[in-house]
Structures are given as structure tokens and as C-alpha cells.
């Protein structure tokens, strides 16, 4: 082949690579976050076991305080870190029916994360494992399995050294 037509040839595969990498079926779509609401608007955070305040939080001028079971200041990042599920990615959603409610364990959720007026109820473990449903609104979502743990943290995790 002469070096011309090898120019040619590299040329081509170029083109043909550079439009296969750019179809939009072929890239990956953006992850779409829980939910739309800013942590930094955030005032009151309440996370409820099977109905039961586990843990409260509340923002203050000065930054974050543990309102209960104890009283006490409140770890900023700790508190972050919990506020990130407000944008943690959604891998699947689904409108929230009856069976689907039920199937997700979302029809009597063991625990509750209130965000101000938000509400995320976390359902059972999915499959395949690593991820947990919850729902937000009207809507059932997959999110990582982390979330779960970290919700199941004691206040005592987010309570400052004294």
C-alpha cells in the first residue's frame, strides 16, 4: 500500500471512530440526581425509624446542632455528607404503584429522611445487591446501598468531640 493511500486509510478510521464515540445511543446518558432540592437550603433534617425520631438535626446561624437524642453541635461534614443524598444519582426510577410498593418494601418503610418538607422513604435492597429502593414523591428510585448505612449511623457520628 502506498503511504497516500495508508494517509487515506488512517483518515477514514478516524472520521468513522469520531462518529461512532459521538452517537448519542453509544455515549452514556448523564446520571439524574434524586431530587432537585439544594442542600444549602436545607434547615431541618429528621431521620425516622420505622416511625420513631432516630435523629434530629437543625441549622442555625452558627452551623449545624444535634437536637436529638442528645443536644449538642453538630459535625459540618458529617452533616454534608448526609445532605449529598439530596443529589446522589438515580439509576432507575419508576412511577410508584401498588405492586411495585410492595415488591420494594416502600409500602411500610423501615426508615424515613426528611429534608425540611422532603421526604425519602428507603425500601428494601434490590437486586442486584449494592443498591436500595426509595421513594421520593410519586416516584420509586434505585440508589446506591450506601445511603442506607449512612442513615443508620448513631447521632453520636455526627455530634462534635467534646
Known sequence: MHLYG??????LLAI???LVFSLPWLTKPKPVPLTNTAASTVH?????????LKL?????????TVTHPQVGRARTQRV???LAILHTPS?????????????????S?????????????????STPPGQ??????????LIDELWFSMSSLPASHYLEAQ
Request: proline letters at 4%.
Open 6 to 11: 495508508l494517509d487515506r486509510l488512517i483518515l
Open 16 to 18: 468513522v471512530s469520531g
Open 44 to 52: 431541618e433534617i429528621r431521620i425516622l425509624q420505622r416511625g420513631q
Open 56 to 64: 434530629g438535626l437543625l441549622r442555625d446561624a452558627d452551623g449545624w
Open 80 to 82: 454534608r455528607q448526609l
Open 91 to 107: 439509576h432507575r426510577s419508576w412511577p410508584a404503584s401498588g405492586d411495585l410498593l410492595r415488591q420494594s418494601g416502600l409500602d
Open 109 to 125: 418503610p423501615g426508615r424515613t429522611l426528611q429534608f425540611d418538607q422532603l421526604r425519602i422513604d428507603l425500601g428494601g435492597p
Open 132 to 141: 436500595r429502593y426509595v421513594r421520593v414523591g410519586d416516584r420509586i428510585h
